[in-house]
């Protein structure tokens, strides 16, 4: 018989999932929402809940967003010849 999908699949309530992220619960429902966790609504009566992995796929979805927002600042402030060397446009 083949292996259930979801088995293994750790889900938290939302105000764990605030509590860990530092976000009001309100905000893990809209993240949710929006798609940026994944839950489900589970039990009798159905009620909200993430999944743990998504949790930690969010926070590295953050860390690579702040490491290609710091990356364009940092392009922003660079001034010509930072970038393309002391050489000016002309070759001189």
Do not use: K
Not at 17 to 34: F, G, K, Q
Not at 49 to 59: C, F, G, I, N, P
């Amino acid at each position: 018989m083949p292996e259930d999908p979801t088995s293994g699949v750790r889900y938290l309530a939302p105000a764990q999932v605030a509590e860990l992220l530092s976000i009001s619960v309100d905000e893990v429902s809209a993240l949710v929402r929006e798609g940026r966790l994944r839950g489900a609504r589970l039990g009798a009566p159905a009620r909200l809940r993430v999944e743990e992995a998504s949790v930690s796929d969010y926070l590295d979805d953050q860390v690579e967003e702040a490491r290609r927002m710091a990356l364009w600042n940092e392009s922003n402030v660079a001034s010509f010849p930072e970038v393309w060397g002391s050489r000016t446009a002309r070759g001189d």
